[in-house]
């Protein structure tokens, strides 16, 4: 057996195209739907990462601003930005991007960002509203897998999907948005012991625990599909996910890519979210989405 391969490329594409009708209905209102991207490091990955969407958002006619603060910005500079921006009827969507400078904590920031701007689902309230099925951005990586796993025909409803990892960028919103399709999830983590007694018993299994090649061909039940959000750089410059491909890809009857997989999504998805922020704050009913698809509702 050698698995199907899951490209995000056709995914993205579907999403841009929705992003490109978005924008071209706000225009003829003339309204220019517009992305503040909040950076406070001088990591290079992170600005190479910002820059690819600034260069992403122009294609797509979406106004992206990168704010950056420096890599010595104290918290109080950065909630200050986050308020301002929240409150500035211009701005339509708000990222705070990661790393941040030494003692400052995430956790005291996102806050900050408002949820109707919040569209990448910083702000605990967002994953609040996701779990009790309330309109709300979901956390671009989190969505970017359904929507991989809707585009390529991988039926979840009723069926066992196992998710390893617990984040509240992946694994926690990706609980919610897989529950709302009705399958039956199982969350596993660094205490599920073994692994693979979890793992096995899926048919469809998501891997985003920031771990190299953690899941191998024995955590994966034959003909299982497995989603790789693992973005690891290695010493040599390589990017791998977290899934050994070489071995599970002889099982699995299909396997996301990396790079080439969930990360090609998660970019067009932000877009799309600053693109319905826009439309919600024309009509002044507050966040348009829910936890569906691109095909569904935009």
């Known amino acids: 057996m050698s698995a199907v391969s899951l490209s995000g490329a056709p995914v993205a594409k579907e999403v841009r195209a929705q992003v490109a009708d978005n924008v071209a209905r706000l225009a003829s209102e003339g309204i220019v739907p517009a992305l503040a991207v909040v950076v406070a490091t ?3 990955s992170t600005h190479w990462y910002v820059r690819s969407i600034a260069k992403s958002a122009a294609k797509a006619g ?12 104290s918290s109080a500079q950065l909630q200050a930005t986050l308020t301002q921006l929240s409150e500035d009827p211009q701005t339509h969507g708000i990222i705070l991007q990661t790393p941040l400078p030494d003692g400052v904590q995430v956790d005291e920031l996102v806050p900050h960002i408002a949820p109707d701007k919040d569209i990448d689902g910083a702000n605990p309230l967002s994953l609040g509203r996701l779990a009790v099925g ?15 796993l809707v585009h390529h025909a991988v039926p979840v409803e009723g069926h066992h999907v196992a998710v390893v990892g617990r984040s509240a960028v992946v694994g926690k919103p990706l609980l919610h948005l897989l529950l709302e399709r ?13 692994l693979e007694d979890y793992t096995r018993a899926a048919s469809v299994v998501v891997v985003a625990a920031g771990r190299p090649g953690l899941v191998t061909d024995r955590h994966v039940a034959p003909g299982a599909v497995v989603v790789d959000v693992g973005t690891n750089v290695l010493e040599d410059g390589a990017l791998v996910g977290d899934v050994d491909a070489q071995s599970v890809e002889q099982v699995a009857s299909a396997l996301s890519p990396v790079p080439g997989g969930v990360g090609t999504i998660t970019t067009a998805l932000l877009l799309l979210h600053t693109s319905v922020a826009a439309r919600a704050a024309v009509e002044a009913k507050g966040p348009l989405v829910s936890s569906g698809t691109v095909g569904s509702h935009g």
């Open 42 to 44: 001088d990591n290079e």
């Open 62 to 73: 979406v106004d992206c601003r990168i704010i950056d603060l420096g890599p010595t910005a």
């Open 134 to 148: 309330l309109p709300a951005f979901a956390p671009a990586t989190a969505r970017a897998v359904v929507e991989m």
């Open 182 to 194: 009705n399958a039956s999830i199982t969350v596993c983590h660094s205490r599920s012991r073994p």
